[in-house]
């Protein structure tokens, strides 16, 4: 391989991150965007001290055989490493299920790596016009959700999650995110409530609330009826 993938991080053990399935997590370096509430930004920089050496996951991967069932791609944003899709490769050569958690920075680059992968956790920041507010970064809502068309016409198995902090997000916002998603065809839809105790913006409050509280609730009820598989996750 011409590009060995960049690994910041690895969680051996997982029942959470690939439905139904025993996995690992790797945490690829590196990230275009700086969304504010980003609770691993230690994994924005392209390069890090704590990098693991692809020969060691790999040697970890063989050892692991017949008793972990798929390997999980996160970041960071894995679809930024050239080296990323071979990774994959070399992951089911040796017999295992293959996720990716991504945002679809690069449209291109996510469309490509949809051709090697089983399953895919994406995430939609917000609405196209709001996602700048998280993100950081201009054009960022575009390519994002241009990168959900990709997902939704290659037929690999997904959900779509939403990330919430309520001082960049309510209720109104993503009552309509889920609208949008429903319109594209979304079948899996889940929320996830900030884990906010290290978080890339150390101005954003580390406790917040929906200023319509009692809306809130009244939301979920709306889209379970939207979805047919809806979760929040993190309340």
């Known amino acids: 391989m011409s590009r060995a993938l960049r690994v910041g991080g690895m969680v051996p053990l997982t029942t959470l991150d690939y439905p139904?399935?025993?996995?690992?997590?790797?945490?690829?370096?590196?990230?275009?965007?700086?969304?504010?509430?980003?609770?691993?930004?230690?994994?924005?920089?392209?390069?890090?001290?704590?990098?693991?050496?692809?020969?060691?996951?790999?040697?970890?991967?063989?050892?692991?055989?017949g008793l972990l069932q798929a390997v999980v791609f996160s970041g960071g944003e894995a679809t930024l490493q050239g080296g990323l899709v071979p990774a994959m490769d070399e992951a089911r050569g040796l017999g295992y299920r293959i996720g990716l958690h991504s945002a679809g920075i690069k449209p291109w680059a996510f469309a490509w790596a949809l051709k090697a992968v089983d399953w895919v956790g994406f995430d939609i920041k917000a609405l196209a016009e709001d996602a700048e507010l998280i993100t950081g970064v201009s054009g960022s809502g575009k390519a994002n959700w241009r990168s959900l068309e990709h997902l939704l016409a290659s037929g690999v198995n997904y959900e779509c999650?939403?990330?919430?902090?309520?001082?960049?997000?309510?209720?109104?916002?993503?009552?309509?995110?889920?609208?949008?998603?429903?319109?594209?065809?979304?079948?899996?839809f889940a929320v996830q409530l900030v884990r906010s105790a290290h978080m890339l913006d150390a101005a954003l409050p580390i406790t917040a609330t929906p200023s319509e509280a009692g809306e809130a609730g009244e939301l979920w009820l709306r889209l379970e009826q939207l979805f047919p598989a809806f979760e929040l996750r993190g309340h």
């Not at 390069?47 to 063989?62: A, C, D, T």
Request: aromatic share 10%; proline share 5%; charged share 25%.
């Open 161 to 188: 999650r939403t990330t919430v902090h309520w001082h960049l997000m309510d209720v109104d916002k993503l009552w309509r995110i889920g609208q949008r998603l429903h319109a594209f065809g979304v079948k899996h």
């Open 20 to 65: 139904g399935l025993l996995a690992c997590v790797l945490f690829c370096q590196g990230c275009a965007w700086r969304c504010r509430y980003c609770h691993n930004p230690d994994l924005i920089p392209a390069r890090s001290e704590q990098e693991i050496p692809w020969p060691q996951v790999l040697e970890f991967l063989r050892r692991r055989q």
